[in-house]
């Protein structure tokens, strides 16, 4: 099982970036057993769970991406994706997606975000 995590890049405040994580080697009734999360670490801190996509449809966020961000899941694609809108520099980091349940954990390698102008 492999998650190749993408989007990232250089985006001006209130501007917006969609990230995608897509699983490969992992067939369908396995990709939606998985809890879904979207992480964030900046440099010098740690990393911060910013959103959960659980296996029953439900999703949470971190407080400061509330009304901003929407995690959703594109299961024809085996595709988990990170809508970031009005995007604020302090929501520079590097993203990291994650899927696991009882007995795995994967995470992707990370894909960038800088907001700036």
């Known amino acids: 099982v492999q998650l190749q995590a993408s989007g990232g890049g250089l985006v001006q405040p209130g501007g917006s970036l969609r990230l995608s994580c897509k699983a490969s080697r992992m067939i369908l009734s396995v990709f939606t057993s998985y809890t879904w999360n979207w992480y964030s670490q900046a440099p010098g801190k740690q990393r911060d769970l910013v959103a959960t996509?659980?296996?029953?449809?439900?999703?949470n966020y971190k407080d400061s991406v509330k009304g901003r961000f929407t995690i959703s899941r594109d299961n024809a694609r085996k595709t988990v994706y990170l809508q970031m809108n009005s995007l604020k520099p302090e929501d520079s980091a590097v993203y990291y997606c994650?899927?696991?349940?009882?007995?795995?954990?994967?995470w992707g390698q990370g894909t960038l975000v800088t907001v700036s102008s």
């Open positions: 996509f659980t296996t029953g449809g439900t999703t």
């Open positions: 994650r899927a696991w349940n009882m007995n795995n954990d994967y």
